[in-house]
């Protein structure tokens, strides 16, 4: 399984764009990546997935650049329900879902 | 609603007691997941079943022990074994046999140990 690295932690102000990167050297061909938000005491909530280039929703963001070892979460114009630990995973077929310590997002007012 | 469902919310043991926790989906999913979660960390991975009556240990699986009879239901017994039980546990589900996977997650289980 591809490992990840992010951030431990990340500040930001409300109405800012937060770009979140993760490392992801190792990432095998049929794998993809998905992006989890976590609240306290709640249990993660998907955000986003890609394979290559770009992923848009209404929440967020996903660019992945052609060699997919790294990818890049965006958050338009953060508010300070936006503050929560965001969990990068690269996964593929038969996958254990593994979750790293993530980033944690602190929006101030 | 479709959904995952975990029980109790909150669970407290005394020590050298074995703890069920529960998990229920109905989101016909054939993969279910524990993990736990201690205070400012990431999920760890305990146990995974892929498929009704097979599942397969995680990271920190010991002291720990799952079931999968039924397709919906994957609990998770906590037992004297495990050391350190107080924690935040989790359980997921999701598809199976695809890259493109979304897990969805219950709202958890707060076990403390007294």
């Known amino acids: 399984l591809a490992k990840t690295t992010q951030p431990i932690s990340m500040d930001s102000y409300e109405g800012q764009e937060v770009n979140i990167t993760c490392s992801h050297n190792?990432?095998?061909?049929?794998?993809?990546i998905t992006w989890y938000q976590q609240f306290p005491s709640q249990g993660p909530r998907f955000i986003i997935q890609?394979?290559?280039t770009k992923v848009t929703n209404e929440v967020a963001s996903l660019f992945i650049p052609a060699d997919r070892k790294s990818s890049t979460l965006s958050l338009p114009r953060v508010s300070l329900s936006d503050t929560a630990v965001y969990y990068c995973?690269?996964?593929?077929?038969?996958?254990?879902?593994?979750f790293g310590a993530g980033t944690r997002l602190a929006v101030h007012p | 609603d479709g959904g995952i469902t975990q029980s109790p919310k909150y669970l407290f043991r005394k020590e050298g007691q074995n703890v069920t926790l529960s998990c229920e989906q109905n989101?016909?999913?054939?993969?279910m997941y524990w993990y736990r979660q201690d205070p400012g960390q990431g999920l760890r991975l305990i146990y995974y079943?892929?498929?009704?009556?097979?599942?397969q240990k995680g990271d920190i699986a010991e002291g720990y022990s799952v079931s999968r009879e039924k397709k919906e239901s994957f609990p998770l017994t906590v037992t004297s074994a495990q050391k350190n039980p107080t924690a935040f546990y989790l359980c997921?589900?999701?598809?199976?046999?695809?890259?493109?996977?979304?897990?969805?997650f219950g709202q958890g289980t707060r076990l403390t140990v007294v």
């Open positions: 190792n990432i095998a061909t049929n794998d993809y």
């Open positions: 079943s892929q498929i009704v009556n097979d599942f």
């Open positions: 989101l016909n999913h054939d993969a």
């Open positions: 997921a589900s999701s598809e199976r046999d695809r890259a493109v996977t979304e897990a969805f």
């Open positions: 995973l690269v996964s593929g077929g038969y996958n254990k879902l593994i």
């Open positions: 890609g394979y290559k």
